[in-house]
Every structure is written in structure tokens, then in C-alpha cells.
């Protein structure tokens, strides 16, 4: 069973602070690697996607990548309140291509 | 440009029935796929369509099925609704380049809500 473990929160960080989001996977054939977004009563939206190990930054979001301890992370730069949403890591589930999700982690940032 | 987009935005069935949900993606996507959310939990995969061929099928009841038209346009179909097939469907769409699957993008959703 390909599975994607992440901590359900909530996570509260004031304002200002660096929020860290992180995530595990059990697939090691997983090529692709994204994060979303989703507000209560809203579809996910796509805020980063990663592809090789390493860092990879877009504006406040850096998404980091380590395939050997098959772990991602997303860090928030800069929280802002508008940031409180689930945020859902998502994986490809080999040759299918389809995306497993993790349960996410439910972001709270207090002004 | 427009997103994917969902039809209808909710819906309430009678267990029992069949509903039909419908999704058109993104020019130029080729690859569409199904997910279903229930409250609290992270979306999970129900059907992969790329090029009107069906990829991909997670661990859901013969009940569900679903179809890819030659415009790329989806449906989703669900019989003999239970009460616990109440509901976020999603559809989603993505590029394709080397086999490899790009950026889903997602629906606004279709509600479902049996009673």
C-alpha cells in the first residue's frame, strides 16, 4: 500500500514566522512531488512542485526534496494570515502517474 | 484561459440512484483524472484517463466508472449511490511531456451529498 504520512496539525505559527511542513512517502519509484493548498470548502490548488532533490524556492515557498529519506517539506517564509489553509502533499504513484495525497496539515497563522 | 471546469457545483441524491458528473479540462490536457474527498481527509484516486484510455483505477467499488471523450471532456458515473458516497469529486487535468504527468490542476468539485 503506497502511503503519505503527514502531521495533521494544526500547526500554529504567528505571523511573520517560518511555517515547516513536512512529509513522507513510501513509494521509491515516486518521480513527481507537489504541494497544494486548500481553503475550507475549496478545491486543492497547486502552490509548488518538485521534481529532483534539493531546494526549490518561488517567492515565500521553498520546496525541499530528499529521495533517500524519502521525505518532502514545504517552508513558508514570511506567514501571513491569509496563509491558515490544509495544506495537501501529493505524490505520483508510479507508471499510473496518479497523485496519492497525505491527509495534510492544517496551517494556522495567528496576526 | 479557462481552468478545469465541473459540473454540477452540488448535487443531493437518494441512495440508490445514479449521478453523473462531468469535467472539462484544460486546453491542450490530455490526461484527466478523478479523485473523491470526504470531510477531514486528503483526496483519493478514483480513475486516470489519458487519450480516451482509461491509465489508471484506485481501489473503488465496479459501482463507479467513468469515460474520456475524443474532446477530452470526462464523466464520472456512480450507481446504486450509498451514503457514504456523500462527497468532494474532483476532476483534475495535467500536461503530459515523456510520459511523465506535470502540474494537476484541479475543479472547483461537485458536492454530492446522498441521502
Known amino acids: 500500500q503506497k502511503e503519505v504520512e503527514q502531521n495533521s496539525g494544526p500547526l500554529s505559527v504567528p505571523e511573520g514566522a517560518i511555517a515547516s511542513l513536512n512529509c513522507t512517502y513510501s513509494?521509491?519509484?515516486?518521480?513527481?512531488f507537489f504541494w497544494y493548498r486548500q481553503y475550507s470548502g475549496k478545491s486543492p490548488e497547486l502552490i509548488m512542485s518538485?521534481?529532483?532533490?534539493g531546494d526549490k524556492e518561488d517567492g515565500r515557498f521553498t520546496a525541499q526534496l530528499n529521495k533517500a529519506s524519502q521525505y518532502v517539506s514545504l517552508l513558508i517564509r514570511d506567514s501571513q494570515p491569509s496563509d491558515s489553509a490544509t495544506y495537501l502533499c501529493?505524490?505520483?504513484?508510479?507508471?499510473?502517474?496518479?497523485?496519492?495525497f497525505g491527509k495534510g496539515t492544517k496551517l494556522s497563522v495567528k496576526p | 484561459d479557462a481552468g478545469v471546469t465541473q459540473s454540477p457545483t452540488h448535487l443531493i441524491k437518494t441512495r440508490g440512484q445514479h449521478v453523473t458528473l462531468r469535467c472539462s479540462p484544460i486546453?491542450?490536457?490530455?490526461?484527466v483524472s478523478w479523485y473523491q474527498q470526504v470531510l477531514g481527509q486528503g483526496p483519493q484516486f478514483i480513475f486516470q484517463?489519458?487519450?480516451?484510455?482509461?491509465?489508471g483505477r484506485g481501489n473503488f467499488p465496479d459501482r463507479f466508472s467513468a469515460r474520456q471523450f475524443p474532446n477530452y471532456s470526462s464523466e464520472l458515473n456512480v450507481n446504486a449511490l450509498l451514503l457514504g458516497d456523500s462527497a468532494l469529486y474532483l476532476c483534475?487535468?495535467?500536461?503530459?511531456?515523456?510520459?511523465?504527468?506535470?502540474?494537476?490542476?484541479f475543479g472547483s468539485g461537485t458536492r454530492l451529498t446522498v441521502v
Open positions: 486546453s491542450g490536457h490530455k490526461s
Open positions: 483534475a487535468s495535467s500536461p503530459t511531456r515523456g510520459g511523465r504527468y506535470y502540474g494537476y490542476t
Open positions: 518538485i521534481y529532483s532533490n
Open positions: 484517463y489519458y487519450e480516451k484510455e482509461e491509465r
Open positions: 501529493a505524490v505520483t504513484g508510479g507508471s499510473q502517474g496518479n497523485l496519492i
Open positions: 513509494d521509491r519509484v515516486s518521480q513527481s
